[in-house]
Nanobody, 124 residues
Framework: QVQLVESGGGLVQAGGSLRLSCAASGRTFSSKAMGWFRQAPGKEREFVAGISWSGLSTYYADSVKDRFTISRDNAKNTVNLQMNSLKSEDTAVYYC?????????????????WGQGTQVTVSS
C-alpha cells in the first residue's frame, strides 16, 4: 500500500516557476516508478512526467519537455516536479501517482496509487 500527498501548488504568473512535491508512505515506494499527471477543467487527465524506480530514466510529455524536471529521493520517499517557464495552459490540478512497475510508464492504467491533487494556476 502506498499513500501519496502532494504539495507546492499555487498561483504564479506566466514565465514563473513552481516546485511540486509528493510525499509517499509505504515500504514499496522505492521499487515503483512514479509519475505526475494533470487535469485541466473540461479536459481529460494527461501524463506530464514519469521517473523509474532508480531515477535513472525519465520521460516527459512533449508539452512540458525542457521546462519541467522530475526527480525523486528514495531515502526521503519523495518525488518532485520542478516547473519552469510556466504558461497559462499549464493550469490544472496536478496528481502524483505510483506505478505498478519499476520502469517508467506513461499509461494511466499502469498507475495504482494516486494522490488527491494540488492546484496550479498560471495567470497570463
Amino acid at each position: 500500500q502506498v499513500q501519496l500527498v502532494e504539495s507546492g501548488g499555487g498561483l504564479v504568473q506566466a514565465g514563473g516557476s513552481l516546485r511540486l512535491s509528493c510525499a509517499a508512505s509505504g515500504r514499496t515506494f522505492s521499487s515503483k516508478a512514479m509519475g505526475w499527471f494533470r487535469q485541466a477543467p473540461g479536459k481529460e487527465r494527461e501524463f506530464v512526467a514519469g521517473i523509474s524506480w532508480s531515477g535513472l530514466s525519465t520521460y516527459y510529455a512533449d508539452s512540458v519537455k525542457d521546462r519541467f524536471t522530475i526527480s525523486r529521493d528514495n531515502a526521503k520517499n519523495t518525488v518532485n516536479l520542478q516547473m519552469n517557464s510556466l504558461k497559462s495552459e499549464d493550469t490544472a490540478v496536478y496528481y502524483c501517482a505510483a506505478a505498478l512497475f519499476s520502469a517508467v510508464t506513461t499509461t494511466q492504467a499502469d498507475y495504482k496509487y494516486w494522490g488527491q491533487g494540488t492546484q496550479v494556476t498560471v495567470s497570463s
